[in-house]
């Protein structure tokens, strides 16, 4: 008994406050010896070695599709650039290090403040146009100047040597959590809002290829869809289509009658000029979304938190139609509803993955990479239909006979558990040792052990 109280004391969000509070974590990260905390409703532990087990969802190096590197490599040979290894790193780092756009209101607040600064220490402002001059030049070197990108044929083809096979990875490793998870999910249509050059398509059709019949793309740029366009036809305007059933439109369809299996966001909402342009989009897709809403953004504070905004936006309810009624629920990364407990932590952190992938093989480009992303997927129904187990958010920590686990738990708490065979049992030890940095640990959650009759304190 006492055993279980342990057990509940570690996953609950008690354990997780107590930790930050006592300098003991290694005391207080251990249960009782011999018990075993495994969810093996499924008999996985039969069917499956540990080193296979149902949360593992990381996959290995991915590589585009051939034909998709074939022609993106011909694209820049018929439309050579200088400098284009420099171009193109130029606009990496730009788009990793972009943030969102200064909302008016908040400029506003900012440019009071300033003022009345100005007011309590200097009476050097004798004129109102004076100290107006004063609070805009403080403003312009102190405000992140956003501005829009116009993707032109040139900068499209950058674009591409950028970032098609970054983003063909992190929209894969999203479509792979749904895929593993639910596999008797069979989509049929897709909608791909902010579709570039078109990796959403072709990571798509690598998954659900033998079901998806149509591809609805929606992009801005006209430039952007006719090298999307010219991809799938392996580099040419004359080619036949790689994949059949893919269309193209400059703007979002915003009736909410038809609708679409899997609506992809990737790298999109970040471009858009303000948070009320974000608000409509999102309610607009959820509204577009008959099973799976896909969002993806760069792996930094500035995408997780814009994608958590997404995420209330939905599950808040806002957004309620006559058409769909089906509640809304977090399919992954977080195993809750509940508010982000990164975004609340001091300071506040990044829930971001990573996916290793084989770049296109330019001649700058040829060691394997990693791509850092943050994602939010939402769906229609009920959660109690998915497991809701604890997600790994970072690397973990192996050690001989012991392994450091960081979670994101079902109880909304982040917590730090040191696992090992002797107090946690050798099923439990062998499934972290052999997870990763995004996959799910397959542990029975508190609510599902019964309450302990017994007083006996927990061991130390």
Not at 177 to 185: A, D, N
Not at 389 to 399: A, D, E, I, Y
Not at 411 to 416: K, L, R, S
Request: hydrophobic share 35%; with cysteine; proline share 8%.
């Amino acid at each position: 008994m006492a055993a279980a109280r342990d057990l509940r004391f570690l996953l609950s969000g008690r354990w997780c406050r107590t930790l930050r509070l006592a300098p003991q974590s290694r005391a207080l990260a251990v249960l009782a010896p011999g018990v075993t905390q495994i969810d093996n409703k499924s008999d996985f532990l039969g069917k499956k070695p540990h080193r296979k087990h149902p949360g593992i969802l990381r996959l290995p190096h991915l590589r585009l599709p051939q034909t998709l590197a074939n022609a993106a490599q011909l694209q820049l040979l018929e439309n050579p650039m200088p400098n284009m290894e420099k171009r193109v790193q130029a606009l990496t780092n730009y788009l990793w290090s972009r943030q969102l756009p200064v909302e008016p209101e908040e400029l506003q607040k900012r440019a009071m403040d300033l003022e009345k600064k100005f007011l309590e220490n200097s009476d050097s402002f004798q004129t109102e146009e004076k100290l107006r001059e004063a609070v805009l030049h403080v403003l312009r070197k102190t405000t992140y100047h956003w501005q829009n990108i116009s993707y032109n044929e040139e900068l499209s083809l950058i674009y591409m040597a950028a970032r098609l096979d970054g983003g063909f990875a992190a929209v894969s490793r999203a479509f792979h959590e749904i895929h593993s998870r639910i596999p008797e999910f069979k989509p049929q249509t897709l909608m791909d809002f902010g579709s570039g050059t078109g990796s959403v398509t072709w990571a798509a059709h690598s998954t659900w290829g033998q079901s998806l019949h149509e591809y609805m793309c929606v992009d801005s740029s006209a430039a952007m869809l006719n090298l999307a366009e010219k991809l799938l036809k392996g580099g040419s305007e004359s080619g036949e289509p790689h994949i059949s059933g893919v269309y193209f439109r400059q703007f979002l369809p915003v009736s909410p009658k038809v609708q679409f299996d899997i609506v992809v966001s990737a790298f999109a909402l970040s471009e858009l000029p303000s948070k009320a342009d974000r608000t409509e989009v999102v309610q607009t897709l959820w509204r577009k979304t008959n099973r799976f809403l896909v969002l993806v953004e760069n792996g930094t504070k500035v995408g997780h938190r814009l994608l958590m905004d997404a995420r209330d936006l939905v599950l808040k309810g806002k957004e309620k139609s006559s058409l769909d009624p089906r509640p809304s629920f977090v399919f992954a990364p977080c195993p809750h509803e509940l508010p982000c407990p990164q975004l609340t932590a001091s300071p506040p952190l990044a829930c971001s993955f990573s996916q290793a992938y084989h770049p296109i093989p330019f001649s700058w480009n040829k060691k394997p990479k990693e791509e850092t992303f943050s994602m939010v997927i939402l769906a229609r129904g009920s959660p109690e239909e998915i497991n809701r187990w604890p997600r790994l958010t970072q690397p973990l920590f192996k050690r001989p006979r012991h392994v450091h686990c960081h979670l994101c738990c079902p109880d909304g708490h982040m917590e730090h558990a040191i696992i090992t065979a002797r107090r946690h049992g050798k099923d439990l030890y062998r499934c972290a040792r052999v997870s990763s940095w995004g996959d799910l640990l397959p542990v029975i959650v508190p609510a599902e052990f019964p309450p302990s009759p017994t007083d006996d304190p927990p061991e130390s």
